[in-house]
């Protein structure tokens, strides 16, 4: 609800030079490239800004694909419950064969991460499940970094209020504004200046863990004593990289993680998140778990125990380690002290680790290995991705050589050299 109103709170320059970011350092779009778009309807004034700025660019058709929170409940709310296990399959079968054909892709967030806390979890279950395998042939393309793609984000009331629920709407729709800004980097004079000098950064660091080869990153912090061994022939990634079709783009905008795949069977200790988990509508806080032979043998939470345990029990790969991220303490996203309810942000705010599925891309010529050849390398599979933080200003980190050699990587949550 009062949507539409706050456009004019949220300064226009700024709009129009995030959108320019989303554009050329995002998804990168290419002169007669098509675009797929989805967003909120609440992102109107960026979603038009965006459509502008990719014309711009050359892109030949832009297609913006909108969602509503209201017309979303509306479902949960007046459907037939057999309704539930569908989807709109025609839909999800055009995108796949839009960026079969080569189309780009960008999302823009900006609803309620906790929209559907206060619906049927069972129906929530049933359409996630109906969705994701409706979405399967299109997200392929996208997993499989055919294709140039970006996620952004709109500073919309709803996802505003759900961050500061002491704020009337306006002030929250402009401190969550200023909080995308500044991580996006827009404040800058040139931002498209800004994010070349950190993605620079970012495969500064990648390129010196990638020349370490580290076998395995010893964990030590208040709370953490966790060795996690990295899969054989990882591969480092971080900021910019280049998808099979040849064109450069940034996935995610705000980015400040360098990531790899840890190797499935050998992660051991314990550990402690460092912030809470925003997870589906429900919020998980004071995980502790313990890894035994890279398996989470026992796991806990001060709240949210339950929604944990169930999804530790989704498949095989739920209790195995997909991703294990460095995020100094020092970034924009941790220094605003915000819990965003949203991965996009959350995740770049502190070193991290995903259960579940592993990416593909984080091996040595991963776009030609095949999904045995991945699990015999480490690499962990299941149907879930879930990041949580264990990084703070105390978090040290070792990386320790085939030969058992430790060398520093992290002294009080910041790289312990500079490059
Ligand atoms: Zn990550
Ligand atoms: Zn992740």
């Not at 929170?69 to 796949?96: K, Q």
């Not at 499935?264 to 890894?291: C, M, N, Y």
Request: one cysteine or more.
């Amino acid at each position: 609800m009062g949507t539409g109103m706050n456009a004019d709170l949220i300064d226009a320059e700024k709009l129009d030079k995030l959108a320019e970011v989303a554009v050329r350092i995002g998804a990168n779009i290419q002169p007669g490239q098509d675009l797929v778009l989805t967003a909120p309807m609440a992102a109107l004034p960026l979603v038009r800004r965006v459509v502008a700025a990719a014309y711009r660019a050359g892109a030949g058709v832009v297609t913006p694909i909108f969602s509503d929170e209201e017309i979303t409940l509306a479902r949960y709310r007046n459907a037939a419950p057999e309704s539930f296990d569908r989807a709109a399959n025609w839909l999800y079968d055009g995108m796949a064969s839009a960026f079969a054909a080569g189309a780009a892709r960008m999302a823009i967030v900006g609803d309620d991460p906790m929209l559907l806390s206060e619906e049927d979890p069972d129906k929530v279950a049933r359409a996630g499940k109906a969705n994701s395998i409706a979405y399967r042939p299109a997200l392929e393309h996208i997993a499989g970094f055919d294709i140039n793609w970006s996620i952004a984000s709109y500073p919309a009331p709803s996802w505003a209020r759900r961050m500061f629920p002491d704020l009337p709407e306006d002030q929250a729709v402009a401190r969550l504004a200023d909080a995308i800004f500044a991580a996006s980097r827009i404040d800058a004079d040139d931002p498209v200046a800004a994010w070349t000098a950190h993605n620079a950064a970012l495969h500064a660091r990648k390129d010196w863990l990638n020349d370490h080869r580290f076998a395995a990153l010893h964990f030590s912090g208040p709370g953490a004593d966790l060795t996690v061994g990295l899969a054989d022939g990882h591969e480092w990634h971080g900021g910019a990289s280049e998808a099979k079709n040849g064109i450069i783009c940034n996935p995610n905008i705000p980015t400040e993680e360098v990531f790899t795949t840890p190797h499935a069977q050998r992660v051991e200790g314990r550990v402690r998140a460092t912030k809470p988990l925003s997870h589906q509508g429900s919020l998980i806080d004071g995980i502790e778990v313990i890894f035994e032979g890279g398996k989470i043998t026992k796991a806990s939470a001060t709240r949210g125990e339950e929604v944990l345990h169930r999804l530790l029990d989704s498949d095989e790969g739920a209790r195995r380690l997909g991703e294990v991220a460095l995020v100094p303490h020092s970034s924009p996203i941790s220094q605003s002290g915000l819990l965003f309810y949203n991965t996009l942000y959350d995740e770049n705010a502190a070193c991290h680790i995903a259960l579940g599925q592993c990416y593909a891309k984080c091996f040595l010529d991963g776009a030609n290995l095949s999904v045995d050849e991945i699990a015999a390398l480490g690499g962990n599979s299941s149907m879930i991705h879930v990041d949580w933080m264990i990084g703070g200003a105390e978090t040290d980190i070792d990386g320790i050589t085939a030969d058992g050699d430790r060398v520093p990587v992290f002294r009080g949550g910041e790289w312990a050299s500079d490059l």
